[in-house]
């Protein structure tokens, strides 16, 4: 059986499936987010928040799994955050894989079709709707690997040099 982030693209609207996990309030997108990076790590991915792309933009979460492929997932916590932030769009071009990672209590009727859906916590995530998959471009690919492995680098040696 194939897991819902290696879905094929939707021939057709699929319905939003209802989360079986009982999700904790979320406070901000940086708790959010780390729900979001513990689902990407237990599906195999190695996740940052808030990494540069090459369009200049920043990705809330990004993912990379072990055959370079990229999972992007874009966080809203309100109805309001959605409709007013359109630099999603920016990201289509950067990833394989692309969701909007929302909180339990947001209305998920509103979210855009056609994209994958996932409901997080500080702790972890579901998806409940799959992603239409696209391959990033090769060359594309190159430099976002590169741009990954430094961000993760750079952050690891701050990270090291907090405790001297």
């Not at 780390?34 to 599906?43: H, I, K």
């Amino acid at each position: 059986m194939q897991h819902l982030l290696f879905s094929s693209p939707l021939d057709e609207k699929e319905a939003v499936r209802v989360s079986t996990k009982n999700f904790g309030q979320v406070g901000d997108a940086k708790q959010l987010a780390g729900g979001v990076q513990g689902l990407f790590y237990d599906l195999g991915y190695c996740a940052i928040i808030k990494m540069r792309l090459a369009s200049g933009q920043r990705a809330d979460v990004i993912g990379l799994d072990w055959r370079g492929r990229f999972v992007v997932a874009e966080i809203k916590i309100s109805r309001a955050d959605l409709q007013a932030d359109r630099k999603w769009l920016d990201y289509l071009s950067f990833r394989d894989d692309f969701y909007f990672a929302v909180p339990a209590d947001f209305p998920i009727h509103i979210a855009p079709d056609g994209f994958g859906l996932i409901v997080a916590d500080q702790f972890n995530g579901e998806i409940l709707r799959p992603n239409c998959h696209k391959s990033m471009a090769t060359e594309c690919r190159k430099q976002q690997i590169m741009q990954f492995a430094r961000t993760a680098g750079t952050r690891l040696y701050r990270y090291q040099r907090q405790g001297l």
